[in-house]
């Protein structure tokens, strides 16, 4: 049979078919014009999703382990569906819950859920006075939760809307310490059992906090008794010799950090940098504060060894001239503290053009859902640095059914729509929060020391 009369063939074939089926739907009217809407309708890739309207917005605190955490819950018009975002500040609260029920709820309902840079921008202007960790850690809440919505209503996880993943699992650090060079050495042990290979490391608190004898202030009865001492000339000189014993009794292998955490004039934070340099650390956290923005031009020019910094930063644009002149290695955004996954998005783009990696802020004070935001970016984006570990107890992963899990030093997130994390309300609502919080550190005559 030639091709031609394997066409005509069809064709009649095609035209009975079709001639038989319209006399069997003449007998039905209501069938005809089904099948007639059928044959036309568009295909559900096409179709996009329904508008949805935003119609409440609210803040659940909750301290199940120690911390004020703070998720922001924004619920649609679709019943059942709505999103979760972390707006943790945990020093101040109670004024973050007030910034999203007072004002960002009566902002928000009746808004379409999909349009995330449109709401955050508004919301960003909305105060006209913005920026600060309070609102934006309001707005984070939000951000996350639409990002949340967003991925639940493309029955994707969100990494997946943000360009898929770069790598298998989040490569994390854990933090190691000790009252002395020894134990801390013992706990990097640990830590590296457990399957570390990047391990934060530190003499007692930051600065070595809470390792000294009471200090004169404490005598002469000056502050409250809460108050906090460092020695700083006794940290400056531990930290070199805190990186020998942990290079001796650990290896070459596994990779060493260390957080300043701002607690030193930055002439001494320079040389205390300097001194790590044998010990080839991954990275120094936080030389300086944010207002001695201006040293780091004189670190860059005496010591190569990597640093991080941001993350007491309120506004991404404090991050963009640091960055185009390559003045730190790391950045170290905590991205409820600067505004949700949207900003953070745009800063780790930033960075992929200077050579300059992220390295997400993700200590306890982090409420689950907030780790898994952090997580979610880490998968996304090329040029990832490191991650701070989530170690979630399991009374919080309880109340957050879907946390981020570790294993063997790596975080991975739950293969689900959206953020993957859900909350438990009633079971958060016996875990209240409180006010009282305190970073006050002072030197031995009892002036203050920042952060």
Not at 21 to 32: D, S, V
Not at 75 to 96: D, I, K, N
Not at 125 to 144: C, E, F, H, K, T
Request: aromatic share 10%; proline share 6%.
């Amino acid at each position: 049979m030639n091709k031609f009369t394997q066409n005509t063939r069809r064709k009649v074939l095609k035209g009975l078919g079709l001639g038989s089926m319209a006399g069997m739907l003449g007998l039905y009217p209501g069938a005809q014009a089904k099948a007639a809407v059928a044959e036309k309708e568009t295909p559900s890739y096409m179709r996009g999703l329904p508008p949805l309207k935003i119609t409440n917005v609210k803040a659940i605190g909750t301290a199940p382990s120690g911390s004020n955490l703070i998720v922001v819950k924004v619920e649609t018009s679709e019943p059942g569906l709505y999103g979760l975002g972390c707006a943790t500040f945990t020093q101040r609260a109670f004024t973050v819950i007030t910034a999203v029920e007072k004002y960002l709820q009566e902002f928000c309902v009746g808004k379409d859920v999909d349009n995330i840079e449109d709401m955050w921008q508004s919301a960003y202007v909305s105060s006209y006075w913005r920026n600060g960790p309070v609102l934006n850690n309001a707005i984070s809440g939000l951000d996350q939760a639409l990002w949340d919505i967003k991925g639940k209503r493309a029955n994707m996880p969100v990494y997946q809307l943000l360009g898929g993943k770069c790598r298998f699992a989040i490569p994390c650090y854990s933090h190691a310490s000790g009252k002395t060079p020894e134990e801390a050495a013992d706990s990097v042990t640990k830590f590296m059992e457990e399957g570390y290979k990047y391990i934060r490391i530190q003499q007692g608190g930051y600065g070595g906090t809470g390792l000294t004898d009471e200090p004169d202030f404490k005598k002469a009865e000056f502050g409250i008794p809460s108050d906090q001492y460092m020695d700083q000339g006794r940290y400056i000189r531990s930290v070199p010799r805190l990186f020998e014993e942990v290079r001796k009794q650990c290896g070459e292998e596994v990779e060493l950090l260390h957080d300043i955490h701002e607690r030193l004039d930055p002439i001494d934070a320079i040389n205390v940098v300097k001194s790590t340099e044998p010990y080839r650390p991954f990275f120094i956290e936080d030389p300086f504060s944010p207002e001695q923005m201006e040293w780091f031009k004189e670190l860059r020019k005496i010591t190569s060894v990597p640093i991080s910094m941001g993350e007491l930063f309120n506004n991404i644009n404090e991050f963009k001239e640091p960055m185009v002149n390559r003045l730190f290695d790391y950045i170290r955004i905590h991205i409820s503290q600067i505004g949700g996954i949207t900003p953070a998005m745009k800063v780790a783009r930033l960075g992929e053009f200077y050579g300059i990696k992220t390295a997400w802020h993700g200590p306890g004070d982090v409420s689950p859902v907030g780790h898994a935001a952090n997580a979610h970016i880490d998968f996304a984006v090329w040029n990832f640095g490191i991650q701070e570990a989530a170690r979630i107890s399991d009374l919080s992963r309880e109340i957050f059914p879907g946390s981020p899990t570790m294993k063997d030093g790596y975080m991975y997130v739950n293969e689900v729509p959206g953020l993957g994390v859900d909350i438990n309300e009633k079971l958060a609502a016996k875990y209240p929060m409180f006010t009282k919080s305190n970073w006050t550190v002072r030197k031995h005559d009892g002036t203050i020391i920042r952060p």
